[in-house]
C-alpha cells in the first residue's frame, strides 16, 4: 500500500515536494504491518509487493524515523 | 427493527464555499427546514443527536448539542453525539435506536460543517502533535484527508482488480447527477473525462477531483415513531433494516484496507431483511473520495467484486438507468455534506421528493456512509401504515 502526495500538506519526513507513503508488512511477522515513506528510488519504481528493507534516517536532532527502501532480492528484509 | 422507525422529514441550509453563516447556524436553519418537511414542531422533538460535536472534537465537529437545543428551544429526553463509532449515519443510527428502545418518539439528528482553509487544516494535523492512532503514520505524511485515504483506495484499486482510470466515471457519473441539483456547489459545472485526467493529482491515485470540496453546509433529518405518520405532511420512508458492524479490528490507520466496515455490514444488512440487492432501486453511497462508493456498491452485494467501475462507466448508475447511485450528486457533485445527507436524500427518493433527481417508482433505497471501519448502512421502504 502505497501512495504518493504531489503537492506538500505539511512537512513530510523526506522533506521533498514529492514522497511516497506506504505502510509495509514485515516479513519477520506476518499481519504486522507499520506506517513508513519508500525512499531511495522514483515513486515509479514503487508498487504492491515490492520487497523492500529498512533504513533509519535522523529527522532532526530528537527524532529518527524508520523508513524503507528497495531491497536487493538476496538481502534480509 | 421490533418496532417501527421512520424517517419523517429532511432539512437542508444553504450551501457555498463562504455561506457567511456559523456551523451553529447552518444546523438551525437545516433542522427548522426538517421539522417544516416533516410537518412538526419543535415541541414535537424529543430526542436530539449529532455527529460528531464540538464538545471534545476539533474545529470540523460542527455545533454542541446544547447550542442547536437552545436555539430551537427543544425539551429534550433523549440526547447523544459521537464522533466515534459507526461515522456520518451514527446519529441517525443512535436516534433510531432510541425510539425503538422507547429513549425518545421524535428525534432531530444533524451534520454541519464548514469550509476550512485547506492550508490551515492541513498544517494543524502535521505540525501539531499527533495522537491516537495518528502518531503512527503522521511523522510519514499520510496525515491529512487525501494522503491517508489514497493508501486505502491504492489498496483496493489493487485487491479489486479495477483500472484507476475507472474512478474518473465515478466523478463524470457525481457531476452529472449535480447538475440536477441547484445546491450543488459543482451545478452548472459538468465534467468530462478529458477533463478528469487533466485535474492535478494530489495524492496519486487521487486527483484533486477525487475528493469532495469542502463547502458550508449542514442537513438534519427527523425520525419518528412510525405511529406518528398521520401527524406527518407527507408520507415517510420506513428503515427496515440497518447495521453499522466494524469488522474485527476498529484500529483507523492500519486497518486491513481490503476489508472495510463495508465488508461486514453486508455481510449483516442482509440477514436483517428478506429484502436482498437485486429489490433496491436506488444507493446513496458515500463518496468523500471516488474509490468509495464502489467499495460499498461491492461490498453490499449490487454487483461482483471488481465490477463497479465498470458498472458506473457503463452508465448504469445514472437516474433512469438500473441502479442510480449518488443521485443528488453525491458530495463529489454537491459537496462535503458529510454523510447524514446520504440518508436524506434515500428517504426522499422513497416518498417521492427527490425533486428532478427522482427515480421513478423508486420503493427500496440504501444510504450507506463511512470509510474504514467506521461506517453504516439502512435500508429504506416505501411506507404504508
Known amino acids: 500500500m502505497y501512495e504518493t502526495p504531489r503537492t506538500s500538506t505539511g512537512r513530510s519526513a523526506a522533506r521533498s515536494p514529492s514522497w511516497a507513503a506506504a505502510v509495509v508488512e514485515l516479513v519477520e511477522q506476518a499481519g504486522l504491518r507499520v506506517a513508513t515513506n519508500i525512499v531511495n528510488c522514483t515513486p515509479e519504481a514503487i508498487s504492491i509487493g515490492l520487497p523492500v528493507r529498512v533504513v533509519y534516517v535522523d529527522y532532526d536532532t530528537k527524532l529518527t524515523l524508520a523508513y524503507f527502501e528497495p531491497a536487493p532480492e538476496e538481502s534480509p528484509r | ?385
Request: glycine residues 10%; negative net charge; contains cysteine.
Open chain 2, 1 to 385: 427493527l421490533t418496532r417501527k422507525v421512520v424517517i419523517a422529514g429532511v432539512g437542508y441550509s444553504d450551501l457555498g464555499r463562504d455561506t457567511g453563516l456559523s456551523e451553529g447556524a447552518l444546523a438551525v436553519h437545516a433542522a427548522r427546514a426538517a421539522l417544516d418537511d416533516a410537518g412538526l414542531d419543535p415541541s414535537d422533538i424529543d430526542g436530539l443527536t449529532a455527529f460528531p460535536d464540538r464538545q471534545g472534537g476539533d474545529e470540523f465537529s460542527g455545533p454542541t448539542l446544547n447550542f442547536v437545543q437552545r436555539s430551537l428551544g427543544l425539551d429534550v429526553r433523549f440526547w447523544m453525539a459521537s464522533g466515534n463509532g459507526p461515522a456520518q449515519l451514527s446519529c441517525a443510527i443512535s436516534a433510531a435506536a432510541a425510539i425503538e428502545s422507547g429513549l425518545a418518539d421524535v428525534v432531530m439528528c444533524f451534520r454541519s460543517v464548514v469550509a476550512q482553509p485547506r492550508t490551515k487544516v492541513a498544517s494543524k494535523r502535521t505540525s501539531s502533535v499527533a495522537w491516537n492512532e495518528a502518531s503512527f503514520s503522521a511523522p510519514y505524511g499520510a496525515a491529512g484527508s487525501a494522503p491517508k485515504w489514497a493508501l486505502v483506495a491504492r489498496r483496493y484499486l489493487y485487491e479489486s482488480g479495477t483500472d484507476p482510470s475507472l474512478l474518473g466515471s465515478v466523478v463524470v457519473n457525481c457531476r452529472e447527477h449535480a447538475q440536477l441539483n441547484p445546491r450543488a456547489i459543482w451545478y452548472g459545472q459538468p465534467i468530462t473525462l478529458d477533463d478528469y485526467f487533466d485535474a492535478p493529482l494530489v495524492a496519486e491515485p487521487l486527483r484533486r477531483v477525487d475528493c469532495d470540496m469542502p463547502v458550508d453546509a449542514a442537513v438534519a433529518v427527523v425520525l419518528a415513531r412510525a405511529d406518528r405518520a398521520a401527524d406527518l405532511r407527507h408520507a415517510p420512508a420506513l428503515i427496515q433494516a440497518m447495521s453499522c458492524a466494524p469488522g474485527p479490528a476498529i484500529e483507523h490507520d492500519l486497518m486491513d484496507f481490503g476489508r472495510q466496515s463495508s465488508y461486514y455490514i453486508g455481510q449483516e444488512l442482509w440477514t436483517k431483511t428478506d429484502l436482498r440487492p437485486a429489490d433496491v432501486d436506488v444507493v446513496e453511497p458515500y463518496d468523500g473520495f471516488s474509490f468509495q462508493p464502489l467499495h460499498w456498491l461491492e461490498d453490499l452485494g449490487f454487483c461482483g467484486r471488481g465490477e463497479a467501475g465498470e458498472m458506473i462507466a457503463e452508465g448504469r448508475c445514472r437516474v433512469g438507468a438500473e441502479l442510480p447511485i449518488c443521485t443528488d450528486g453525491g458530495q463529489l457533485g454537491v459537496g462535503r455534506y458529510h454523510g447524514l445527507e446520504k440518508l436524506a436524500q434515500a428517504a426522499r427518493q422513497v416518498w417521492g421528493g427527490a425533486e428532478q433527481a427522482q427515480v421513478q417508482g423508486a420503493e427500496v433505497s440504501v444510504a450507506c456512509a463511512g470509510g474504514g471501519p467506521r461506517g453504516a448502512a439502512m435500508l429504506l421502504t416505501t411506507f404504508s401504515p
